[in-house]
């Protein structure tokens, strides 16, 4: 597949479904003086060729019970490229990731219980080509990836984005597995599944998907989004727009800071993931920028303004062929979505 041609108001307006990924073609196009007709063109044309979609990133509570685990896999007798498409075939993996350390196959474990976690991190064991499997279950976590910027626009289109959204700058969200106050009826799970297929998705058209009343789609749809059940989420072929470097930080943070510490990284606009998790080290990171220089550049400037980190490792993803339950290959674009099914 070609590579779309990314013009200057193609990339602002990704940059503004960044942040504002369900935001109307109307209010779009009066935050970057631009036609909404032209915007929504532009963004069919740039879906078609598989460089962008936005999905629904469901609430932890309503498709599991269990944290994540970080999981690291030292390779044997075959090549990592190998192990990772077998492990392609399991279930639970949001993100499959080949990683330039010790451990060269990176995985997270989303279970819908921690039985199922550990079933899953057990058939991992019998996956030829593996040696060697370190968990490091989630403690807690501050998501990320939804808020990620590239930074496209200026202060101002992102000043009245965020306030479109309702969103104030710099805020930390936690992720956690609390489920909904009492569990969702048909009509909510409903939405909520067309809502992970289709961030974007209208409430008549999942009036018309879900054999609603325009109405009741109406109402749920906004119970749906106000109470957090699915957030909107853009995924982007970051290659296609010049970020060709994900990483992933191990720090070994002084005990009491962590939670200082997680709040400091999780400001800096080139990561994605903070967790605190079970292991000989504190915190685990994730982060996207351009390129393996500015990998140093983040280490060696932004790492290093941080008191409490006593140690840092660094592994740069080499590829990463699942990131947020989305299939995705740098030639082709975005493939399979595996969502999560629904508690």
Not at 20 to 49: C, F, M, N, V
Not at 60 to 81: C, E, I, K, N, Q
Not at 136 to 161: C, H, K, M, Q, V
């Given at each position: 597949?070609?590579?779309?041609?990314?013009?200057?108001?193609?990339?602002?307006?990704?940059?503004?479904?960044?942040?504002?990924?369900?935001?109307?073609?109307?209010?779009?196009?009066?935050?970057?003086?631009?036609?909404?007709?032209?915007?929504?063109?532009?963004?069919?044309?740039?879906?078609?060729?598989?460089?962008?979609?936005?999905?629904?990133?469901?609430?932890?509570?309503?498709?599991?019970?269990?944290?994540?685990?970080?999981?690291?896999?030292?390779?044997?007798?075959?090549?990592?490229?190998?192990?990772?498409d077998r492990l392609r075939g399991l279930p639970h993996l949001p993100v499959l990731a080949q990683l330039s350390g010790d451990y060269p196959v990176y995985a997270v474990v989303h279970a819908p219980s921690d039985a199922e976690t550990s079933r899953a991190i057990d058939r991992m064991f019998s996956v030829p080509g593996v040696r060697?499997?370190?968990?490091?279950?989630?403690?807690?976590?501050?998501?990320?990836?939804?808020?990620?910027?590239?930074?496209?626009?200026?202060?101002?289109?992102?000043?009245?984005?965020?306030?479109?959204?309702?969103?104030?700058?710099?805020?930390?969200?936690t992720a956690t597995v609390t489920p909904p106050a009492k569990p969702l009826n048909d009509a909510e799970r409903t939405v909520v599944a067309l809502l992970i297929q289709d961030g974007r998705a209208s409430a008549a058209s999942i009036a018309r998907s879900a054999g609603l009343a325009t109405s009741t789609a109406h109402r749920v749809v906004r119970r749906v989004l106000d109470e957090g059940w699915v957030r909107p989420r853009l995924e982007i072929v970051s290659e296609w727009l010049g970020f060709e470097t994900p990483f992933v930080l191990r720090l070994r943070v002084a005990p009491g800071d962590t939670p200082e510490?997680?709040?400091?990284?999780?400001?800096?606009?080139?990561?994605?993931?903070?967790?605190?998790?079970?292991?000989?080290?504190?915190?685990?990171?994730?982060?996207?920028?351009?390129?393996?220089?500015?990998?140093?550049?983040?280490?060696?400037?932004?790492?290093?303004?941080?008191?409490?980190?006593?140690?840092?490792?660094?592994?740069?993803?080499l590829t990463e062929p699942r990131?947020?339950?989305?299939?995705?290959?740098?030639?082709?674009g975005l493939g399979t979505f595996h969502a999560p099914a629904l508690l």
């Open positions: 597949m070609t590579r779309p041609f990314l013009d200057e108001l193609d990339r602002r307006l990704i940059g503004a479904l960044h942040l504002a990924p369900r935001a109307t073609w109307d209010d779009l196009g009066g935050i970057l003086a631009a036609d909404a007709s032209t915007l929504k063109r532009r963004y069919d044309r740039l879906q078609e060729a598989r460089m962008v979609r936005v999905i629904g990133q469901a609430d932890w509570g309503v498709h599991s019970a269990a944290m994540p685990v970080h999981v690291f896999l030292d390779v044997t007798g075959d090549t990592p490229l190998a192990v990772l060697r499997v370190k968990a490091l279950p989630a403690l807690s976590t501050l998501r990320r990836g939804i808020t990620w910027d590239p930074r496209f626009l200026g202060d101002g289109e992102r000043a009245e984005l965020l306030a479109l959204i309702g969103v104030r700058p710099g805020a930390t969200a510490v997680m709040r400091r990284i999780d400001q800096l606009p080139q990561t994605r993931l903070v967790a605190h998790v079970a292991s000989d080290l504190s915190v685990l990171a994730a982060g996207l920028v351009t390129d393996r220089s500015a990998v140093a550049r983040f280490v060696d400037d932004e790492l290093a303004a941080i008191p409490g980190i006593l140690g840092v490792g660094v592994d740069v993803m990131r947020y339950w989305l299939d995705r290959d740098i030639g082709s």
